[in-house]
């Protein structure tokens, strides 16, 4: 069985400060995740990916997430958060060649000026 | 714009009614995803086509539900005698090839039913 866990489902931070999401999986195969940003009214946008490469993965608008095998974990990050960074959060996961994906159940960030 | 479209943005219908969205994909795009999204909730997998074919279908697919995609290009998702537990966001997604969690999402279609 796969599943994906987001540990909060509010974070609030103030612009220019670091952001931390937290995510974490349970997996009996190798696990490829993803981390999404849902803004109002918008389409869900992918932010980056991991697919058993390099264990740190860079992607767009300065996020980055680190795979973490022995944690079980794939935490968001951004040094510094910025006003248009406030949205919701989407950790997914999928185990092998499966088509189905299990989204955790988000992350709302709060950016306050 | 070349992304995922989906119509209408936005149905309301009354109880015991049809419905049918459509789903545009990106032109190129072979794999195409359904999703639910309820309020506070993570997107939902519902059905996936490759090409024409159906190849996947999750349990929350009701006997009400069903999902085409004739041509293997765009798709319709339609509800029969819809009830109010079927109010959420329908999100369509595309991708070629590779894997589902890397797929492109349209904006989704917000249906309330009454």
């Known amino acids: 069985a796969q599943s994906v866990t987001q540990l909060d489902s509010h974070v609030s931070v103030s612009e220019g400060t670091p952001v931390l999401l937290r995510c974490n999986y349970s997996?009996?195969?190798?696990?490829?995740l993803f981390w999404y940003v849902q803004h109002p009214n918008k389409g869900l946008q992918l932010l980056l990916k991991y697919t058993s490469a390099a264990t740190l993965v860079k992607g767009i608008n300065g996020f980055e997430a680190e795979f973490k095998k022995s944690e079980t974990s794939f935490h968001l990050t951004k040094p510094s958060a910025h006003m248009s960074d406030a949205a919701e959060y989407f950790c997914?996961?999928?185990?092998?060649?499966?088509?189905?994906?299990?989204f955790g159940t988000g992350t709302k960030l709060q950016v306050i000026p | 714009d070349t992304g995922v479209s989906q119509d209408p943005r936005h149905k309301i219908t009354k109880r015991g009614q049809n419905v049918t969205f459509r789903c545009d994909p990106i032109?190129?795009?072979?794999?195409l995803y359904w999703y639910r999204q309820t309020l506070g909730q993570g997107p939902e997998f519902l059905t996936y086509?490759?090409?024409?074919?159906?190849?996947?279908k999750s349990r929350l697919l009701s006997d009400r539900f069903s999902a085409e995609r004739p041509k293997g290009s765009f798709s319709t998702l339609e509800i029969q005698r819809t009830e109010q537990g079927d109010s959420a966001m329908y999100l369509c997604a595309s991708s070629l090839g590779g894997q589902a969690g890397g797929a492109f999402f349209g904006q989704g279609t917000r249906l309330t039913v009454v």
């Open positions: 032109s190129e795009h072979n794999r």
């Open positions: 997996s009996s195969y190798s696990p490829s």
């Open positions: 086509f490759q090409n024409e074919a159906q190849l996947e």
């Open positions: 997914v996961h999928t185990s092998g060649g499966y088509q189905k994906v299990t």
